[in-house]
């Protein structure tokens, strides 16, 4: 299947070594180059052995840091600071209010202010708002630690997504997306794991165990943070780990994407583009929906399984294989939507399990044990499948990068603000199962899928339109100034 089939703009080759050949121009006068194909795969190969574990250090970090307060809550927090459920739902909800509002600024001024040095000194920041948390009293003390926490990952992952497009091309996304939510389903595993290891701390020291799982995790959010000043490059140029050849080719691949680039100036015009892209709103609700989804579950999960009946010890043990699952699924599904170049054809079967995951969980008695913890199986990888290829689909979809850094932006706080949703429809159990929450999950995932499939219908027919024009249109729009992913040559993947 060549790229044209996979919905992906086909870049012109010419004869030549691993540089670029000949300046030889197409029809809009951009320079075709040619990169040798065996060259280049050892380059995504090295690209990726040094950029995935770093990637999926800072979000397992951020992840574990952000959901620590499920395990701890069910390991006795909400009783030590005289907290209520509705209280704790309050403290998950404020985590959302500044997280949500800083995303598309943090995601803009990235690039000026140097990946190397913002990601670490967030990291840093909310490494000690955790540490801090281990010593709290009071449910308003609770409160304040997240907002700052929110204030601090804010720009996480738009940052970490947009950063990870200026090292690989659209149809090379889909799985390296893959790794920051793999870490967010690794977190669930590692946060179980850690929680059992850590609440084995009680009364050391004087202090709940749930304490120790702030304190302990928080220290090594501040060691991770000062390895990651010296591990991430702020791009390709200044990576350490690829030598001259290699940047030679990033070089060339850079060129090649700057036909639908654009400028790499900052431009108003840019994040006017992407707020007035229909193709950014879609996104953005089937975000919202997803992620009511995600986010009850990564922070409600040791209490809906707890509700079962078991012990807060074997709670956060059965909590470990339902994220390992999870991950490994996403990484499968994610490596056959690259090499397909295909998104949706893998979101909407997702859809579709996660549905039938979470009509189990409202259908089938809490005396059934085994059937409801299978059926978390079911939700959590559909739940990674379709947030990750929704915001890859995103990514591809835009072209300028500060148009693609404001979707982007622009998706993660829309759909973050879910957070606000899931804080309160997951307050209250009805024997023993949090139906609001369980109801209005079921109902997300299924408008969610109504949303992958209007983008569908739209990038679809944008793409035949565009087949259709004849050389004098495609050169007119050209001329009129028509670019990033609205130039005419440019394919949507579908």
Known sequence: MDDNEKGLPVEPKTD??????????????????????????????????YLAPVMTLIFLAAYLDRANIGNAASAGMTADLHMTSGQLGNAVTLFYVLYVAFEVPCTIVVKKLHPGRMIPALMFCWSIVIIGTGFMHTANQLYASRLLLGLFESGMFPCLAVYLSTFYKREEQGLRIAYLLVSAALSGAFGGLFAFALLKMDGVGGLAGWRWLFIVEGLATVVISLAIFFLLPDNFETARFLNEEDRKIMRIRAEIAARYNGKEEFEWEEIRKAFQDPKTWISCWSQFMGDICSFGLSTFLPLIIKGFGYTTVRTQLLTIPVFLVAAFFFVIVSWFSDHFGKRVFFMLPAVLVTMIGYALQLGIPISNKAVLYFSTFLIAPGIYIILGLNCTWLLNCHAGYYKRATAVGMNQTIGNAAGVVVGQIFKKTVNGKYLTGLRIS??????????HIALYTLLRYQNMKRERMSLEEKEEEIKNGWGGDFHPDFRYAL
Do not use: M, N, T, W
């Not at 280049?40 to 990726?48: A, F, P």
């Not at 079921?442 to 949303?451: K, R, S």
């Open 442 to 451: 079921l109902g997300a995932v299924l408008l969610a899928g109504c949303g």
């Open 16 to 49: 030549g070594q691993v540089v670029s050949g000949p300046d030889e121009f197409s029809s809009d006068g951009a320079v075709e180059h040619y990169i040798d194909p065996a060259a280049e795969k050892r380059l995504i190969v090295k690209l990726d052995l």
